[in-house]
C-alpha cells in the first residue's frame, strides 16, 4: 500500500457557477435520494422547509437591463468549520474524509450548529417527517429518516461514498476518479456541479479547483470549505472572482 | 455576637486607633512637611530633571528624523497611553470619599489628586503623535474609524480637547479639594507658601456655605472627572491603536482600557504613597488600614484586568474568523509575543500571587512591591499593544484586515530616552508637588480623626465610624 | 437614614416569622392560584414536548427565540442575589442586611427556572443527559468541552449549588429560631434543618467564616456565569450582531441591572403583603436606587460601546442588521421601548430623592426596567438570527406562538409559586441580620450633629 492510498480521500465539489442555469434538477435529485420531507407550502410558509441544496437566484443590474444569476448552495463541508465545535454533545465532526459529519443518533437539537453556521445549509425538524400514502414506498433504504427535533444537512451522498468504496475494496482496487458521485452532481444537466477527490492530483475537480475564477463563499470567516467556486464569465463584463464571491 | 465585622487595620498590638491627634496639630504638623528639602530630595530632583531634559531632546531630535515614518512611534504611543492610564486613573481614588463614604480614603485622596498635574506630561508626548496620526480619508478612501462621516481630522481634534480636558478637570478636582488646605498654609507657613496660600484660599474660613461648596465642587468634579476618563480612553485608545490596525475590531478595548486605568492609578497612589509615608515621616498619618484597603482594591482591579482581558482574547481565539485571527497574530502571538507574555505575568499573575495575601496587603511594603510590579506590568501591557498598532505600515490601513504582521519593532535610543525622560518628569512634577502643599489633605486628616471614634464594646474594642449623609 | 427606630427583639421575632407562625390569610388562595397556572404551563410543556418545536414560532434561520431570551433573562435576574449578599457583605455595606435572604431566594430560583429553557428548548430533551452528563464513557462518547453549551451547565450548576449552600448557611441561625418556637412536625423539620444550631460563639464563628469564604468564592462564580451566558453568543463569528468581545462584561452588568430590579420589585411586595414597614425601610429603597443609577449607567455605557463597535467594522452585513434592529418595524419599537423602560424613564426618576423613597414608584420603575432588560436580550438574539444575510433564499422572522409566550408566564408564575411557598416554611428577612444591624449601628454626635454610625470591630 503506497502512502497516497494511505492519505485518503478529501471529497469536494467544484461548482461552476458559469454553467449552472438554475434547473433546479439537483434540488429535486437530493430531494429523492436523501429521503427528504416534501415541502408543503405551510412549511415554506413557517420557514422550515428543508432542501439540503438549494439554488439562489439574484438579480444583477437594475431593471430592465437585470440578468438572473443562479448560484447552488449546500453545506459547504468546511475543514474549519464553525457548526462544529459549538455542538455539546459531538453530533457534527469531521471525518478524515473531509465531510462535515452529522450523527443523528447523538443530536439532541440544541440548533447551536445552526446559529454557527454562515451559509444557513442547517436544517432543523420541527416536526416528525410525513409523507404522502402515495410516496409510501419511494424512501431510499439507505438513507436514515430523521425523526423530529434532530438536526440535519447535506451529506455529500455519504452512502454513495460508502457503497462506491466498498464494492472497489471488494474488488480490491482503489476508487477511480468519477466513480463516487452525488445525487445532485449526477441530475446536473450542465456539468455545474463536479463531485470528487481533492487529495487525488489527477482528478477532475483537483484540476477544477484551481482555475483562475476558483473563490470560496464568506471567505471572511476562513472556513476553509471543501466546495469551491468558479465564478460566472460575463461577456458584457469582467466580473473578478473577488466581486462574486463578496456576493456571498 | 460575631459577625463578618473586619478589624479596622491597626498593626498587631496596639489596640483601637491611636490616641486622637489635635486638628491644630495635624494642620501644623503636615503644612511642616512643604518646607525645605533633604539632600537626598534634591539628589533625586536634579536626576530626574537632567532625566526629563534628555527625553525632552530625544523627542525633538527624533521628530526631526523620524517625522516621515509613524511605524517608528509605537513607543511613544505606549508612552502616552501608560502615562494616561496611571496619572488619569490616581485621581479617581480621589473621589471615593464622597461616594462610598470610606473613610480609611480619606487621608490618602492628595496625593492622587497630584497625579493630575503629571497629566501634563501625557499631552506634551500627544503632540508628536497627532501630528503623525493618519488623516480620515487617506487616497480618497475613508478608513475605519468612530468617526463615521465627522470631518477630516476628527480624532486629531477631538483627542487633544478629550485629554486636555481631562488634564483641567483633574487640576480643578485637585483645587476645590484643597481650598481648605491652602488655607492651613495661609495660617500655618511662612514666606512664599504662606502668600500664595493665602491667594489660593479665596477667603476660606469654614463657614457651613462653604463646605457645602466644598463637597459639591468635589462631588461634581468627581463625578465629571469620571465620566471624561472613559470617554477619553475610548478616543485615546481606539483612535492611536485599534483604527490604525485594518480589521481590529474590539468593542471592549475602550473599557479594558478603562479598568487598568484605574488598576495603574492605584498602583501609582500606593507606591507615592509608601515614599511618602517613608520619605516624609508620615506614618501617624497614613495608616496600614489605607494600605490594606487599597490592597483589595487593587486586588480587585487585577483580577477585573484578567477578565477584561480574556473576554476579549475568547471571542477572538473562539470566532477565529479571518480579522479574529490577524488581530491575534499581530497582537498575541506576532511581533511582541514575549513583551505580551512578560505584561501578562507581570500585570496579572505575579501581582496576583502577591496580593492574594491578606498578611501582604496588611503590610506596607508588600503592597509597595505588588503595585510596582503592575505598574511596570501596565507599561510592557501598553507596548505590546501600541507598538504593534503602530507598526502596521499605513498603506495597509484600507484592506478588510491584516494579511501582512508586521515584524517587531525594537526601541531604538530615541524611544528609550523618551520613555525614560517621560517618566522620570511625571515623577518629578509629582514631586515637586509635594513642595508646594501637604501630600496628605490636612482637612480630610482632621475628618478621618473626628469620624472613627475608639469604643469599649461588651469586653473588647471596637471603632465607631460615622457615616454622615 | 434617620428613620430608624430602637425595635425590640420580641418585635422583631413576632413580626418577621409572621409568614410562618400567623399565616396571612392571602396566602393560601395566591398559592392555590399560582399552583394551579404553574400546573397549566407544566402541560404546555409535556404537549410541547410530546409533539416537537414545530407548536413554536422558530424558523430557519431563527432556531433560538424567546426560550433562550428567557434563559438569558432568568440567569440574569439570578445576578441579584450575590451582588447584594456577597459584594455587599464584603463592602460592609450596612443596608445590605433586610434584603440578603430575598436575593439570594431570587437566586435560586430564578437559576432552577433559568435551567428549564435550554432543556425544553432542545429538540429531544430526553437525551439531554448526553449532553450534561458524560454517561457513555465507555463508547468514548464524551460532551465537547469546546462547546459553549458545555460551559453553561457547567458553570449554572457551580452557581446554584454555591448559592444554595450560600442561602442556607445564612439560613441557619433562623431555623433554630423557629425550631424553638414550633411544635409537631414543623418542629421535627426544622430540628434536622437547623444541624442542631444552639448560638454559642463557635457556631457563629464558623457561620460568619463559612459567609464571608462563600461571598468571596462565590464572587468569580457570579462573574463566569453570565460571562458565559453570553460567550454562548458571543463566540460565534458567522452572526455578525452576536461576535461581539464586549458581551461578557455588558451580559454582567445588564445583568446585575435587571437582578437588583427584581430585588426592588420584591421588597416592595414583600413590605406590602407581609406589613415590614419597620424593616424594609424607604432608606433601604434609596441606597438600591443609588446603586441602580450607578450599575444602569455603567450599563447603558457597554450599551453605547457596542453599538458603535458594531458600526465601526463598517461591514455591510453588520450595518444592515443594525439598522434592521434599530429602525425597522417592528424591532425599532422593541428597541424604543427597551431603550425607554430600561434607562431612560427610571434612570431620570431616580436622580430624585423623593422617587427612591417612594415604594409604589420604585416598584413600578423596577418592574420596568425588567421589561426592558427581557426585550434587550430579545433584540440581540432574534434580529441576530432573522439578519439579512448574503443569501436571500433564508430570509425570514419570527413571531412567538402562544406556546411561548404561555411558558414565558410560566416561569415568572413557577418562580413566584416557589417564593410564597418558602416563605410559609422560612423568614424571608433574615432575623439575625436585622438584630444585628441594630447592635451595630449607632448615633454618635460630632458637634452639635446627630450623624449615625457604624460599629466595626478593632483588634
Not at chain 1, 429518516?145 to 455529500?156: A, L
Not at chain 2, 462610598?100 to 490618602?108: D, I, L, T, Y
Not at chain 2, 484643597?178 to 502668600?195: K, L, N, V
Not at chain 2, 495608616?287 to 482581558?309: E, I, K, M
Amino acid at each position: 500500500m503506497t502512502t497516497a492510498s494511505l492519505k485518503g480521500p478529501n471529497w469536494g465539489m467544484v461548482v461552476d457557477v458559469d454553467k449552472c442555469i438554475g434547473c433546479m434538477a439537483c434540488v429535486i435529485a437530493c430531494q429523492a435520494e436523501n429521503n427528504v420531507p416534501l415541502n408543503t407550502q405551510d412549511r415554506v410558509e413557517r420557514g422550515r422547509a428543508i432542501s439540503w441544496i438549494r439554488v439562489e437566484r439574484y438579480w444583477e443590474g437594475d431593471f430592465p437591463d437585470s440578468k438572473a444569476r443562479f448560484i447552488p448552495i449546500m453545506c459547504q463541508h468546511c475543514a474549519n468549520a464553525p457548526c462544529e465545535p459549538v455542538c455539546p454533545v459531538f453530533a457534527t465532526y469531521h471525518n478524515s474524509e473531509g465531510l462535515n459529519i452529522q450523527v443523528y443518533n447523538r443530536c439532541v437539537g440544541t440548533r447551536y450548529c445552526a446559529n454557527g453556521c454562515p451559509y444557513i445549509v442547517r436544517f432543523f425538524n420541527y416536526w416528525e417527517p410525513v409523507w404522502p400514502e402515495s410516496l409510501r414506498n419511494h424512501l431510499n433504504p439507505d438513507v436514515t429518516v430523521r425523526s423530529r427535533g434532530i438536526m440535519e444537512k447535506c451529506t455529500f451522498c455519504v452512502h454513495r461514498i460508502r457503497r462506491e468504496s466498498r464494492k472497489a475494496r471488494s474488488e480490491g482496487r482503489v476508487l477511480l476518479d468519477g466513480e463516487v458521485q452525488t445525487a445532485c452532481s449526477t441530475a446536473c444537466p450542465t456539468s455545474a456541479l463536479n463531485f470528487g477527490n481533492f487529495n487525488d492530483p489527477n482528478s477532475k475537480v483537483s484540476k477544477m479547483k484551481d482555475d483562475q475564477r476558483h473563490y470560496t463563499l464568506l471567505d471572511q470567516f476562513a472556513t476553509e470549505p471543501n466546495v469551491i467556486y468558479l465564478a460566472k464569465v460575463d461577456t458584457d463584463r469582467k466580473v473578478g472572482a473577488g466581486e462574486a464571491a463578496s456576493h456571498g | 455576637m460575631a459577625s463578618e465585622v473586619v478589624a479596622t487595620g491597626q498593626v498587631a498590638g496596639h489596640h483601637a486607633l491611636p490616641a486622637q491627634i489635635d486638628a491644630d496639630v495635624v494642620a501644623r504638623e503636615l503644612v511642616a512637611t512643604t518646607m525645605g528639602a533633604s539632600r537626598r530630595f534634591k539628589a533625586i530632583a536634579w536626576t530626574l530633571g537632567i532625566l526629563s531634559i534628555a527625553g525632552i531632546v530625544a523627542l525633538v531630535l527624533k521628530w526631526i528624523d523620524q517625522s516621515d515614518d509613524s511605524t517608528r512611534w509605537g513607543y511613544v504611543a505606549a508612552l502616552v497611553t501608560f502615562l494616561l492610564s496611571v496619572t488619569g486613573g490616581a485621581p479617581m481614588v480621589a473621589m471615593a470619599p464622597v461616594f462610598a463614604k470610606a473613610n480609611w480614603v480619606r487621608p490618602v485622596t492628595r496625593i492622587a489628586a497630584m497625579f493630575s498635574f503629571a497629566g501634563v506630561v501625557t499631552v506634551i508626548m500627544l503632540i508628536p503623535l497627532v501630528a503623525l496620526l493618519p488623516p480620515l480619508v487617506t487616497e480618497g478612501a475613508r478608513r475605519r474609524t468612530i468617526w463615521f462621516e465627522a470631518p477630516d481630522y476628527s480624532p486629531h481634534f477631538w483627542s487633544t480637547l478629550g485629554l486636555v480636558l481631562l488634564l483641567f478637570t483633574g487640576l480643578a478636582l485637585f483645587y476645590s479639594a484643597a481650598i481648605p488646605d491652602f488655607a492651613s498654609m495661609r495660617d500655618h507657613s511662612t514666606g512664599w507658601r504662606q502668600r500664595w496660600g493665602k491667594k489660593l484660599a479665596r477667603g476660606w474660613v469654614g463657614t457651613n456655605a462653604q463646605w457645602r461648596t466644598l463637597r459639591m465642587r468635589i462631588g461634581m468634579f468627581g463625578t465629571f472627572y469620571f465620566l471624561i476618563l472613559v470617554f477619553v480612553n475610548f478616543l485615546i485608545t481606539t483612535d492611536f491603536g485599534q483604527s490604525l490596525v485594518p480589521g481590529w475590531r474590539d468593542a471592549i478595548f475602550p473599557m479594558y482600557h478603562t479598568i487598568s486605568s484605574l488598576q495603574a492609578g492605584v498602583a501609582g497612589v500606593v507606591v507615592a504613597l509608601w515614599a511618602a509615608r517613608r520619605y516624609m515621616h508620615l506614618e501617624k498619618y497614613v495608616h496600614v488600614d489605607a494600605f490594606w484597603s487599597l490592597g483589595r482594591l487593587l486586588f480587585a482591579l487585577t483580577l477585573l484586568w484578567v477578565y477584561f482581558f480574556y473576554s476579549s482574547f475568547i471571542v477572538f481565539w473562539w470566532g477565529r474568523s479571518a480579522t479574529d485571527i490577524a488581530t491575534l497574530d499581530l497582537l498575541i502571538k506576532g511581533p511582541m509575543m514575549y513583551v505580551f507574555i512578560a505584561g501578562m505575568l507581570l500585570i496579572w499573575f505575579v501581582p496576583w500571587w502577591i496580593l492574594i495575601w491578606n498578611k501582604v496587603r496588611r503590610s506596607v511594603n508588600g503592597m509597595a512591591i505588588g503595585a510596582a510590579v503592575i505598574l511596570v506590568g501596565v507599561l510592557l501591557d501598553r507596548i505590546r499593544i501600541f507598538v504593534p498598532a503602530w507598526s502596521v505600515p499605513s498603506d495597509q490601513i484600507h484592506e478588510r484586515w491584516l494579511t501582512k504582521i508586521p515584524g517587531t519593532v525594537y526601541p531604538d535610543l530615541f524611544d528609550i530616552l523618551i520613555m525614560a525622560g517621560g517618566i522620570s518628569l511625571a515623577v518629578l512634577i509629582i514631586m515637586l508637588m509635594t513642595r508646594v502643599i501637604p501630600v496628605l489633605s490636612v482637612w480630610q486628616v482632621q475628618e478621618f480623626n473626628l469620624l472613627a471614634k475608639p469604643i469599649k464594646y461588651m469586653r473588647g474594642h471596637a471603632t465607631l465610624i460615622a457615616k454622615p449623609d | 437614614m434617620q428613620q430608624r427606630r430602637p425595635l425590640d427583639q420580641v418585635y422583631t421575632n413576632r413580626k418577621l416569622l409572621n409568614g410562618q407562625l400567623d399565616t396571612p390569610r392571602w396566602w393560601l388562595p395566591t398559592v392555590s392560584i399560582l399552583g394551579v397556572l404553574v400546573l397549566i404551563g407544566i402541560g404546555v410543556i409535556a404537549i410541547m414536548v410530546n409533539k416537537g418545536l414545530g407548536v413554536t414560532g422558530l424558523s430557519r434561520p431563527v432556531f433560538w427565540g424567546l426560550f433562550i431570551t428567557t434563559f438569558v433573562f432568568w440567569v440574569g435576574i439570578s445576578h441579584a442575589g450575590i451582588m447584594i449578599s456577597a459584594i455587599l457583605r464584603l463592602t460592609q455595606a450596612e443596608w445590605r442586611r433586610p434584603v440578603t435572604r430575598a436575593a439570594e431566594l431570587l437566586t435560586v430560583f430564578s437559576l432552577l427556572t433559568a435551567l428549564v429553557f435550554p432543556l425544553i428548548h432542545a429538540g429531544r430533551p430526553w437525551r439531554i443527559a448526553y449532553w450534561i452528563t458524560p454517561y457513555d464513557l465507555g463508547r468514548g462518547i464524551y460532551p465537547n468541552i469546546r462547546s459553549p453549551l458545555i460551559w453553561d451547565p457547567v458553570a449554572i450548576g457551580t452557581y446554584l449549588t454555591g448559592s444554595t449552600l450560600f442561602l442556607y448557611v445564612a439560613l441557619l441561625p433562623d431555623l433554630g429560631n423557629l425550631r424553638d418556637r414550633t411544635t409537631g412536625w414543623r418542629n421535627s423539620l426544622y430540628t434536622v434543618l437547623a444541624l442542631g444550631w444552639r448560638g454559642n460563639p463557635r457556631q457563629w464563628k464558623l457561620q460568619t467564616v463559612g459567609g464571608i469564604l462563600l461571598s468571596a468564592l462565590m464572587l468569580p462564580i457570579f462573574v463566569s456565569v453570565h460571562s458565559i451566558v453570553s460567550w454562548d453568543f458571543a463566540v460565534v463569528p458567522a452572526v455578525e450582531g452576536w461576535h461581539s468581545t464586549i458581551f461578557a462584561p455588558y451580559f454582567v452588568i445588564g445583568a446585575i441591572h435587571s437582578g437588583v430590579s427584581a430585588v426592588v420589585t420584591m421588597m416592595a411586595l414583600m413590605r406590602w403583603l407581609w406589613k415590614w414597614d419597620d424593616f424594609i425601610r424607604p432608606e433601604h429603597f434609596d441606597a438600591l436606587a443609588r446603586l441602580l443609577i450607578v450599575v444602569a449607567t455603567a450599563w447603558l455605557g457597554f450599551t453605547f460601546l457596542e453599538l458603535i463597535f458594531a458600526v465601526y467594522g463598517q461591514d455591510a452585513p453588520e450595518i444592515a442588521l443594525r439598522e434592521m434592529q434599530m429602525f425597522q418595524w417592528p424591532w425599532n419599537m422593541l428597541f424604543i421601548i427597551f431603550l425607554l423602560c430600561a434607562y431612560l424613564i427610571p434612570v431620570p426618576m431616580w436622580l430624585f430623592k423623593r422617587v427612591r423613597t417612594n415604594i409604589a414608584l420604585m416598584f413600578w420603575t423596577s418592574i420596568l426596567v425588567n421589561i426592558g432588560m427581557w426585550l434587550e436580550r430579545f433584540l440581540i438574539i432574534v434580529p441576530g438570527l432573522s439578519r439579512r444575510t448574503p443569501f436571500v433564499y433564508v430570509w425570514d422572522s419570527y413571531r412567538p406562538s402562544a406556546v411561548e409566550w404561555t411558558i414565558l408566564i410560566w416561569s415568572f408564575c413557577w418562580v413566584t409559586f416557589l417564593m410564597l411557598l418558602f416563605s410559609k416554611f422560612f423568614p424571608l428577612v433574615p432575623l439575625f441580620e436585622q438584630k444585628e444591624s441594630q447592635v451595630f449601628t449607632d448615633d454618635v454626635m460630632i458637634g452639635r450633629a446627630r450623624v449615625p454610625a457604624i460599629i466595626r470591630e478593632a483588634d
